[in-house]
């Protein structure tokens, strides 16, 4: 009987351990540098006051948990938020014309653990989807460039996330499961004689 509960365990630790999902990558204590267009000067950050001097793009995680925004494009039509759970947020401050409208966030060596990848958790407010580029496991990108943001005062937000914790192989866990049903069975054997 126990050997079958054994063995009952074994089997559900094998389903689940391939099942792996991206990690949330918390942004505590993080400090951003960011452009906008291409542009240093193209992005107002928390730190400064929003004030256009130089180093105004680099600013650190607002940790008061005040809801504001880490930075304001500097013409005023953007807003992105960083959440200490990894979620960004973009807010359009009122009506934006067509044109080229782009973004690029660097953690450097401030993140806990590599960006791995992200995932768009609400767009529903506007129309059309932003272009996601992970440059590298610091480095974000945005094209904003195809979105209608209708009449303005509207939002989109992903979650930044970093790659699960290792997870065996299923090839491991058959190789170990076969083992310890075999020691099981040969203690089973062993102990009716």
């Known amino acids: 009987m126990k050997t079958r509960r054994l063995l009952e365990t074994l089997a559900v630790v094998a389903l689940t351990a391939g099942q792996a999902s991206a990690a949330v990558l918390p942004l505590q204590h993080t400090t951003i540098s960011a ?3 291409g542009s240093s000067a193209g992005m107002l950050g928390l730190d400064q006051q929003f004030a ?3 180093g105004s793009n680099i600013t650190a995680i607002d940790s008061t948990g005040s809801g504001g925004v880490e930075f304001l494009s500097a013409d005023f039509l953007f807003g992105i938020d960083f959440a200490e759970d990894g979620v960004m947020t973009v807010y359009n401050n009122g009506q934006v014309a067509a044109g080229a409208y782009s973004m690029r ?3 450097g060596a401030s993140l806990g653990a590599p ?3 992200f995932s768009l958790l609400d ?3 506007i129309g059309g989807l932003p ?3 992970l440059i590298d496991g610091h480095t974000i990108g945005l094209d904003l460039s195809g979105l209608d943001w209708g009449n303005g005062f509207t939002s989109f937000s992903a979650r930044l996330e970093a790659a699960p914790s290792p997870v065996p192989e299923p090839g491991s ?3 170990i499961l076969a083992g310890l049903a075999a020691f099981a069975l040969m203690r089973r054997r062993a102990t009716t004689v």
Request: zero cysteines; proline letters at 5%.
């Open 105 to 107: 966030f660097d953690f």
């Open 35 to 37: 452009t906008y267009n």
């Open 115 to 117: 960006l791995t990848r």
């Open 123 to 125: 767009s529903a407010a």
């Open 131 to 133: 272009v996601l580029n």
């Open 52 to 54: 256009p001097v130089a």
């Open 173 to 175: 866990v058959t190789l």
